[in-house]
Every structure is written in C-alpha cells, then in structure tokens.
C-alpha cells in the first residue's frame, strides 16, 4: 500500500506487466501492449483535462474583467465546461461549399495529435515519462511544428477568405517564433549536454531560469506566440478576421481546435517547467516520485496562470509590429545571448559554480539592458513630429456655476 | 533505441485515433440538415465575391526564406550544444563565428528591408 501510494504510475504499469505476462504475452509483446494502454489513458486524461483547463481560464479571465465567470452549473460552475462538452457533442456539422474534403477534415485532428505527441517526451516524475530518449528536446520542436501544417490545411480546406488570410498569418507567425525558441533552447542542452527531457531535469541542480533569466524570457515569449494566444491572437483576431482559421468549423470539429488551443497551451507550461523551473526536481522527490509530479503540477500551474494573467491583461500586437518585435529583436538578442554565454561558460570551465552562475546572471542582465536601451532610443527617434498648433481649442472641463454666480 | 521510436509511433497513432474518434462519433450523433444558404461560404453576410482561395502576400515567402536558413542553422547548431562540455574553446570560437556570419545574413536580409511589412 505505502508503495502504491509512493510511486502509484509505477506501481501500476508493474502490475499491469505482470498480468499481461500472466496472460501468456511474451515479454516484448507484453511491454508494448502496457506502453498502447497507457499512452491511451495518458491521451483521454489530457483531453478530459481540457475542461478543467477551460473552467480555469474562463474562471480567472472573468475575475479579470470584473466578472463573475461560470457559476451556474454545479459549485462555482465546475460543470460549466462539461454541460459545454455536451453541447458542442450534438451540434451539426456544416461543410461549406466548395470546401476540400481531406484538409477540412484531418486539421482538426491533427491539430489536437500535434499537441497529444508532444507529451510523450515530457517528464512527469522520475519515474513517470512515456520514453526518455536521446533526441527529445528536438522532438519536441519538431512535434510542436506539426500544428502549423493543422493551421494551413484549415485555412486552404475553408474555401473562404477570412479563414485563408488567417491561416497565412497564423503560419508566419508560428514560423518565425520559432526561431528564437530554437535558439534559447541551445542553452539548457548547452548547461546539461544532452538533448533528453530526462538528464535535462535531473541536471538542474540550479534552476535554469537563474542560470539564464534571459533565455527563460525568450523562450516564454516565443512559447506563448507558438499558442497564438494574447497578445499574440491576432490570427483569429475577432475585429478583423472574425476568428481566423477556423471560421467555417462548427460543431466538434471547431471544439476540437478549442481543444488543441488549450492544451497546448498547458503543454507550453509543462515545458517551461521542466527546462527552466527544475520540472519534477526538490526536496525529497528522488525517493517519492508522487511528490515530483506534485512539485511539477504546482509549477506548470504557475506559469499556465502567468498565461492566463498575460492574455487578459494585454492588447492586441499589429502583425508589422508582431514581426518586427521577432525579427529584429528577439532573434538577434537570441543570437547574442547564446554566443555570450558559449564564450563565458568555456572561459570560466572549472570554477566553481558559485562564480559561474553570478557572472551568467550579470551577463544576462547586461545584454537585456543593452537591448531595452536599444529598443527605446529607436522609439525616441521615431516618436512622430508634431504637427499643427499645440493651443487648438479642446473642450475643457467647467465646473457648473454655483446659484449666487448664475443670479449675481 | 528502436523500441522507444515505436512507443512513439504508438502514442501517434493513438492520439490521431482519439480526436478521430470523436469526431466521428459526433457526425454520426448530430442532426444533419443542410441547405444552400447554410453551406455558403461565410462573408459577414454577403455573397462572396469572386474567387475564395486568394493569391498570398510574397512577404510571407521571404519570411519563410529567412526562417529555413535559421532552422537549418538550429539543427546544425544542436549537435554542437550537446558536445559543448567537451569542446576545446577553438571549436566554441568556430561555432560563435559561425553564428556570427548568420547575424551578418540577418542583417543584410534587414537592409534589404525583407523584413519590413509592407
């Protein structure tokens, strides 16, 4: 019982090997039929997780905007996203005319499999992974571009022109941050030397967010544009694009892409975590793997808040402005970061880490430093001239005339 | 090594199958009733005007032009990280010069203006 309690994905996946070697399954079938199973329970957990996720955020955007959020359906609205469920289950599906069968129908699904994939390569706990392999970091970014490929097929499949423009920009978008998250992942497989989620999480003895803040900043940011949330939503800008890619998608097929927004962007957060925040690492999680995915799920919790926190409280970008700000800031402050803490971590090899870390974090804060100097002296010299008369008559406030003013 | 690639396969194909499946499931439970005007394309309310498949912006081209060459620089750039700690500090000097070079390609595509939206 107390092992159970301790390690219980462990214990499970033991007792699951054994019935099915019981059963007669040689040993290799065995393990691939229990991998099949739980892969399964670990993908209809995630899709099931999506309406905790959705309570969650419409719970904490309402408290934002000053609003209540579900609150009818079951305590403080809990059931909200399931009574949605249920409703999105018996909608009609409409096929637009004119529409392209094979794309209109598989991005829904793909988008939602690029999203489920990338768990695999996650580590949860110690223990509790699907497969710790030598190229999962890679993995990752590359699983994570398959939901782009979900984005333009949806947009060409549409046959319309809103769900088209929007899909070219989400695609742009998706492309070009992809950049400098690719390029601040070089530091974390740069500090561990290995590209496994596994020995990534076991080697941060310190956080790498204290390591390298900068990188950690890059990254979250890239991340959250990967989503297309807000402030990067403007592919489903609602002002201009009605709601981009996904216009003439009804029933659960548009639920679907709910679905891969929302978990991705939980993914997103278990990601952060697990190479920035130490993932299942501190006090005692070596030993008690259930307290390792405790530790995990407090701080992926906290940075899928952070999201939340960032999505209601910014505007919109303008898609120049979304571009420039990729392109001429944060991949070259990318490429900058990783050839600055290349050089200084082989100048400084074999000191101690106690001198290591106060000269990255130095380093770090100089580079951001420089770049936000950079960035505000290029918008002093663009602020735009003034033109016209300063003292052109505007309405101003009066106070009303009190009675012995009015009569006298 | 060869048996983690066919968990993975595995888990692919389960999470293709899962959405897939539902969705299936629900064409088949929802109602079907469909009409001309609610086939139509979505054009806040008018008819659409002529073709709905549009010519693309040749910016998104050269954005996808700058990305490829970065992408390709990561994947070279990868193998390099993950040997960092055994490097000598001349391989780390050829990789910054490396980099070094696509900063310069960065900024020859910037005064290009590729980069500016028009």
């Not at chain 1, 561990?192 to 803040?213: K, Y």
């Not at chain 2, 990561?74 to 960092?84: D, E, I, N, S």
Request: proline share 5%; net charge neutral; charged share 15%.
């Amino acid at each position: 019982m107390i092992d159970f309690l301790r390690d219980p994905i462990a214990f499970l996946t033991q007792w699951l090997n054994t019935t099915l070697l019981g059963w007669g399954l040689s040993e290799q079938a065995a393990q691939i039929t229990g991998f099949a199973i739980g892969a399964f329970v670990a993908a209809t957990g995630a899709m099931m997780f999506v309406t905790i996720l959705i309570w969650a955020e419409r719970k904490l955007i309402g408290r934002i905007q000053d609003r209540y959020g579900p609150n009818r359906v079951g305590p403080f609205g809990i059931f909200q996203s399931i009574a949605d469920l249920v409703k999105i289950f018996i909608k009609e599906h409409i096929d637009p005319v004119g529409m392209d069968w094979l794309p209109f129908n598989l991005a829904p699904v793909l988008s939602v499999a690029a999203v489920l994939t990338m768990w695999v390569a996650i580590p949860f706990a110690a223990t509790v992974y699907g497969v710790d392999f030598n190229v999962g970091l890679l993995y990752l970014v590359a699983v994570g571009g398959l939901g782009e490929l979900a984005v333009i097929m949806a947009g060409w499949g549409s046959n319309n022109k809103y769900a088209l423009l929007g899909a070219f920009r989400a695609v742009a978008m998706f492309i070009s941050y992809e950049v400098p998250m690719v390029i601040t992942l070089l530091i974390p497989v740069m500090l561990t030397g290995s590209l496994s989620m596994n020995d990534i999480v076991r080697q941060q003895d310190v956080w790498f967010i204290v390591v390298s803040p900068l990188a950690a900043l890059i990254f979250f940011i890239s991340q959250v544009a990967e989503v297309g949330r807000s402030p990067f939503d403007l592919t489903e800008a609602e002002s201009e694009l009605v709601s981009g890619f996904n216009v003439e998608y009804s029933g659960l097929k548009f639920g679907m892409f709910y679905v891969a927004d929302f978990l991705h962007a939980f993914t997103i957060s278990l990601l952060f975590s697990a190479l920035f925040l130490g993932g299942w690492r501190g006090p005692g999680a070596e030993e008690i793997p259930i307290l390792g995915f405790i530790y995990f799920a407090i701080k992926s919790s906290l940075v899928y808040f952070l999201v939340i926190l960032m999505r209601g409280s910014l505007p919109r970008f303008r898609v120049d402005h979304m571009m420039d700000f990729n392109w001429k800031l944060l991949t070259p402050l990318s490429l900058v970061l990783v050839v600055l803490t290349a050089l200084a971590l082989k100048l400084m090899t074999g000191l101690s880490l106690w001198v290591q870390i106060p000269v990255l974090l130095v380093l770090n804060g100089l580079v951001f430093l420089m770049a936000q100097r950079m960035v505000t002296g290029f918008f002093r010299r663009r602020r735009p001239r003034e033109v016209g008369d300063r003292s052109r008559p505007v309405a101003h406030y009066t106070p009303p005339q009190s009675d012995s003013e009015a009569q006298g | 090594m060869l048996r983690d690639w066919l968990y993975i396969g595995i888990f692919l194909l389960i999470s293709l199958f899962l959405p897939a499946a539902a969705i299936i499931m629900a064409a088949l439970l929802s109602p079907r009733k469909p009409n001309p005007q609610k086939n139509d394309t979505y054009e806040c309310g008018v008819e659409t005007v002529g073709e709905s498949r549009v010519q693309f912006k040749v910016q998104y081209y050269v954005y996808g032009l700058i990305f490829l060459v970065f992408d390709v620089e990561a994947v070279f750039l990868y193998p390099w990280a993950v040997a960092y700690n055994q490097l000598a500090l001349y391989a780390v000097v050829e990789a910054i010069i490396f980099i070094l070079i696509l900063l310069g390609g960065l900024a020859y595509a910037w005064r290009k203006k590729a980069l500016e939206w028009q």
